[in-house]
């Protein structure tokens, strides 16, 4: 019987016919689809194979919201995957086999609970959802998120071409929270980029592309700062009943931050705590004074990943420069966790980076306690969490900080070829 090892990226079982391109899916299909080509996916097929995709841009990880188990191949590995044929693929362990073919699924995992995960030797570890509307908090519920750690207000469900009003953020954000039935609601402020770009948002001329302007860099540009004024106003009338946060996007400076507080304060009907979002290199070397500022910080790894790297990380031509087990990154966490000192447990790590094979017990090595992530993974994160202690995955740390490169980390983490 034959197998392929790819990366693994949305879990679930599946199987089915395989079919190439933009075709009609049905829940017989497994698409075969380029990372372009994603851009264009209607129906619901019961599984996907995307071929040399982007694991971090804003186009694969929608995937995860639409809960389709999906496995990533090279373009080698998927020449023989002919149309008509069967195959069953495991979105979790990254295989894509002739039917009967796969391992023993792994056992569906137990929703972590609401106080944190345990490791083996009973250390806590906090496992938040990032969501983008009430479907997403239901399913945070669900999996045991013990809070909703990132709210992407920009992609809430506002509609309509113009501007949202306070009105219509407050409609969205409190079905939200009525959903998360109770749980803890922290909202990212706006966060716009040319690959999240509303209809009614022209950038302007000079925003520039990768490193020019996104999150609060925007927010003195009137459209944005109107909707910025909006979401605070809804955020202001929630927080009277509802446990509500606030994340300003995309610093550098701490001064940015003490600029943006002074001002969202002034607009905000009530308080509300504030934290900032690090996602440069610049900012994440200035974690001490982050934590000086505000009681918790969020680091946004996919950002913070493609500025370390100098990737685009929508762009699936740039793809062997954005790599997640390069040790060059975990040295960079490494340095982060010890600038924060014991402050390291009110990091809040964020994205793709913990979800990925074999990553979550290195960063817990490194001292990392809290992390928010797809609902959907939460349960299965869990799971791993129970399954290690933390003195070796501190050791295991330590090694991938040693390691000569990517391939080194891969064979510590067991990982084989591509992950």
Not at 45 to 61: N, T
Not at 218 to 223: A, D, E
Not at 396 to 417: F, I, S
Request: with cysteine; glycine share 10%; hydrophobic share 50%.
């Amino acid at each position: 019987m034959w197998s392929i090892q790819g990366m693994a990226f949305v879990p679930g079982r599946a199987g089915g016919v395989v079919r190439r391109g933009l075709v009609a899916a049905d829940a017989n299909a497994v698409l075969v689809l380029t990372h372009h080509e994603l851009s264009g996916l209607t129906g619901r097929p019961a599984g996907l194979i995307v071929v040399d995709g982007a694991p971090f841009s804003h186009r694969m990880l929608g995937l995860f919201r639409r809960s389709i188990p999906t496995v990533l191949l090279t373009r080698q590995q998927a020449t023989g995957l002919a149309p008509g044929a069967s195959v069953e693929l495991d979105g979790a362990l990254g295989m894509v086999a002739e039917p009967g073919g796969l391992p023993p699924p792994l056992a569906e995992p137990t929703p972590a609970g609401r106080s944190g995960a345990a490791t083996a030797d009973a250390e806590t570890v906090y496992l938040h959802a990032s969501v983008s509307d009430a479907r997403g908090a239901r399913l945070a519920l669900e999996r045991g998120a013990g809070a909703i750690g990132l709210v992407r207000s920009e992609l809430l469900d506002v509609g309509g071409d113009a501007p949202p009003d306070a009105a219509a953020y407050e409609a969205s954000l409190a079905a939200l929270c009525q959903t998360a039935a109770g749980l803890a609601v922290t909202v990212r402020l706006p966060d716009f980029t040319l690959d999240k770009q509303p209809p009614w948002l022209a950038f302007p001329s000079q925003a520039g592309g990768l490193l020019g302007q996104q999150g609060c860099r925007l927010y003195g540009q009137p459209q944005v700062r109107s909707v910025l004024v909006a979401v605070l106003q809804a955020v202001g009338r929630l927080a009277v009943d509802h446990r509500l946060a606030l994340l300003v996007p995309y610093l550098t400076f701490p001064e940015e931050f003490r600029h943006w507080r002074l001002r969202i304060e002034d607009i905000l009907s009530v308080p509300v705590p504030l934290a900032p979002m690090v996602e440069t290199p610049a900012a994440a070397l200035e974690m001490a004074q982050w934590l000086e500022l505000a009681d918790r910080v969020a680091v946004g790894c996919n950002d913070l990943m493609q500025c370390l790297f100098a990737v685009d990380r929508d762009n699936p031509q740039l793809v062997q420069w954005m790599e997640p087990y390069a040790p060059a990154l975990y040295r960079f966490l490494r340095l982060m966790a010890r600038a924060a000192g014991e402050g390291r447990a009110r990091i809040q790590l964020c994205g793709l980076l913990p979800q990925l094979p074999g990553v979550l017990p290195v960063l817990i090595g490194l001292g990392y306690r809290v992390f928010s992530v797809e609902p959907l993974m939460v349960a299965h994160l869990a799971r791993c969490v129970s399954l290690l202690d933390v003195e070796g995955a501190q050791r295991l740390a330590e090694g991938v900080c040693a390691a000569p490169d990517a391939a080194g980390v891969r064979a510590l983490l067991d990982l084989g070829g591509r992950a």
